[in-house]
T-cell receptor
């Protein structure tokens, strides 16, 4: 089945630690996105990529980094500079010609 | 720039009653509009979309929405809800090609629909 796979489902970060969230898609989609979801705030865009080896900052990129070395993969690193990382993180993708984004099941990140 | 306001953070309703979830948007250009549903601890699933044409849009699970340009609204409705409709619903807006922000979605804060027996 085609889709978007996010792993792990739950992740714990120690203070000062960098952690990486995985996002893989087998839909052959060009564009990929990372969102952060906090209660009562909807989804906020962290980073997006419309093509391999290129990505742009979204509205809340500070404290995060990404790479897009392969079309299928768009990992997100939450760095130690992100002081409030506890949230639900969602990865999405779409074909370049489409406005419909497909979402993964999410990763819930908590701080120990 | 676009923005989206979902007027109700929570909507309680009894099973088999009708429901309306309200969404207003702000934009200086024409927009595309979407409703997504999120079940607990899951990703988002597209319910319906408005790109152009008929202002009444039908989606999955018996939901429909009406685009009202003069009132800048895109309210979601269902004539009879089920317990299984309990979820969080997000309204989103996107700018069409050539207007900037292509393919980027701006989401509202969400409305939690709670269906009671």
């Amino acid at each position: 089945d085609g889709g978007i796979t996010q792993s792990p489902k739950y992740l714990f970060r120690k203070e000062g630690q960098n952690v990486t969230l995985s996002c893989e898609q087998n839909l052959n989609h060009d564009a990929m996105y990372w969102y952060r979801q906090d209660p009562g705030q909807g989804l906020r865009l962290i980073y997006y990529s419309q093509i391999v080896n290129d990505f742009q900052k979204g509205d809340i990129a500070e404290g995060y980094s990404v790479s897009r070395e392969k079309k299928e993969s768009f990992p997100l690193t939450v760095t130690s500079a992100q002081k409030n990382p506890t949230a639900f993180y969602l990865c999405a993708s779409n074909r370049d010609s489409s406005y419909i984004q497909y979402f993964g099941a999410g990763t819930r990140l908590s701080v120990l | 720039a676009q923005s989206v306001t979902q007027l109700d953070s929570q909507v309680p309703v009894f099973e088999e009653a009708p429901v309306e979830l309200r969404c207003n948007y702000s934009s200086s250009v024409s927009v595309y509009l979407f409703w997504y549903v999120q079940y607990p601890n899951q990703g988002l699933q597209l319910l319906l979309k408005y790109l152009s044409g008929s202002t009444l849009v039908k989606g999955i699970n018996g939901f429909e929405a009406e685009f009202n340009k003069s009132q800048t609204s895109f309210h979601l409705r269902k004539p009879s809800v089920h317990i299984s409709d309990t979820a969080e619903y997000f309204c989103a807006v996107s700018a069409p090609p050539g207007t900037g922000g292509y393919n980027k979605l701006i989401f509202g804060a969400g409305t939690r629909l709670a269906v009671h027996p």
